[in-house]
Structures are given as C-alpha cells and as structure tokens.
C-alpha cells in the first residue's frame, strides 16, 4: 500500500530498554522527519533526514537515535528509555510542499 | 528561525457557529503555512496550505485560512461548526526556502456543543 507506515501503533517498555519505532514511505521521498507530541508542545521535531545517510537532529533529539541507510526507511531508536520520553510519536515524509505523517506510536515507558 | 503560536489551547463553540482558530508565525524569510486537523487516535491530515499564492484559501470540509503578511498571521475559520469538526487544529510553517523542517503551534481544540 502506498503511504507511510509506523509500527508498532502501541508499545509499553520498561525504564531502561532500548525501543525502536519503524518509519517506512513508499513515495521515495527525500525528507524524513520524527516528531513527538505533547500535550501542551504541539509536534517537536527530534530529527531529520535530508536523504539516506544525512540526518541532523532537531528541537529535542537528546536520548534518541537515527540512521536511515535506505531512502524509504527512517527507524528512531530510544538507548535507554525514560519515562519522560513517554509520547506519542509521528513519522513524517516530504518530496515537496507537503508533508504526509504516519498514524503515529503511543509509546509508554514505565 | 521560526516559530508558531496559536492563541489558545481550548476553543468551544455551538453547532453552526463561526469556528475562528489563531494563528501567528515569526519566520526570517516568506514561509509556507499549513493547518493540520487530527482526529482522535489518528494521524495529522492537511486541512490547508498557503504556498505564496491567493491570500485567501480554501481547504477542505469548509475551512479556509487567510495570509496576512502585515499582521503576520494565518487563521482558521469555517462559517459553520458541526459536530464532526471536534478535534485538535495545529498551524505549521515552513520557509520557501531548502529548510524542509516544519515547525508546529501547540494546536488547539476545538469541542462542538450540540
């Protein structure tokens, strides 16, 4: 199906574990992006891809990491979860003006 | 740099009434401008864009949004709420520039009286 895809749509881990959370777009878009939500912060970047092999972080990347070695897939691992990196988390593909999101994780961290 | 902020977090209207969400933007260079919509449990879906075009545009399920450089800002309305409108609205901008990032108010919702 073409789109973009997270999975899993729900994860509860424990305090300490290492999680990721898998991005997948089938348009071959060049930009990728992983936001987290917040009541109260709207969507915060954490970081971003310019093409496969280039990402930077964003507004809030501490504790998180990416790769993103092929162009349609853009995994956000946390290390050592936290519970304050307890969010909902939304993956994001854009190839020109617009910006198409996932369904988005409910991830929590307990 | 840019930045968004949308004037107030909780906006409750009556059915059939003018729903008006603000928005204003601070950006260094002339932006692209959005207005997302998320339903419960879903993801964000585009209501709206501005792309350096018409000032006044028209989205879909009635909403538009008109640009005004002047007083920086970018709202929302639709002249008519209806109960399927309950959800949370998020303005976002983007430069014209190669700067691909988007950066988004803290939404606001929106509750419907019947």
């Known amino acids: 199906d073409a789109g973009i895809t997270q999975s899993p749509r729900y994860k509860i881990t424990e305090t300490g574990r290492q999680v990721t959370l898998m991005c997948h777009q089938t348009?071959?878009?060049?930009?990728m992006f992983w936001y987290r939500q917040d009541l109260g912060h709207g969507l915060r970047l954490i970081y971003y891809?310019?093409?496969?092999?280039?990402?930077d972080k964003g507004e809030v990347p501490d504790g998180y990491v990416v790769s993103r070695s092929k162009t349609e897939n853009f995994p956000l691992t946390l290390e050592s979860a936290t519970r304050s990196q307890t969010s909902v988390y939304f993956c994001?593909?854009?190839?020109?003006?617009?910006?198409?999101f996932g369904q988005g994780t409910r991830l929590t961290v307990v | 740099a840019q930045s968004v902020t949308q004037l107030g977090s909780h906006v409750s209207v009556s059915e059939g009434a003018l729903v008006l969400l603000r928005c204003n933007y601070s950006?260094?260079?002339?932006?692209?401008l959005f207005w997302y919509v998320q339903y419960p449990n879903q993801g964000l879906q585009l209501l709206l864009k501005?792309?350096?075009?018409?000032?006044l545009v028209k989205g879909i399920n009635g909403f538009e949004a008109e640009f005004k450089k002047s007083e920086t800002s970018f709202h929302l309305t639709k002249p008519s709420a209806h109960m399927s409108d309950a959800a949370e609205y998020f303005c976002?901008?983007?430069?014209?520039?190669?700067?691909?990032?988007?950066?988004f108010g803290a939404g606001t919702t929106v509750t419907v009286r019947a």
């Open positions: 891809s310019a093409a496969a092999d280039i990402t």
């Open positions: 976002a901008v983007s430069p014209e520039t190669n700067d691909y990032k988007l950066s």
């Open positions: 994001a593909s854009r190839g020109g003006v617009l910006a198409f």
């Open positions: 348009w071959s878009h060049s930009y």
């Open positions: 950006s260094s260079v002339p932006p692209y």
């Open positions: 501005y792309t350096s075009a018409a000032t």
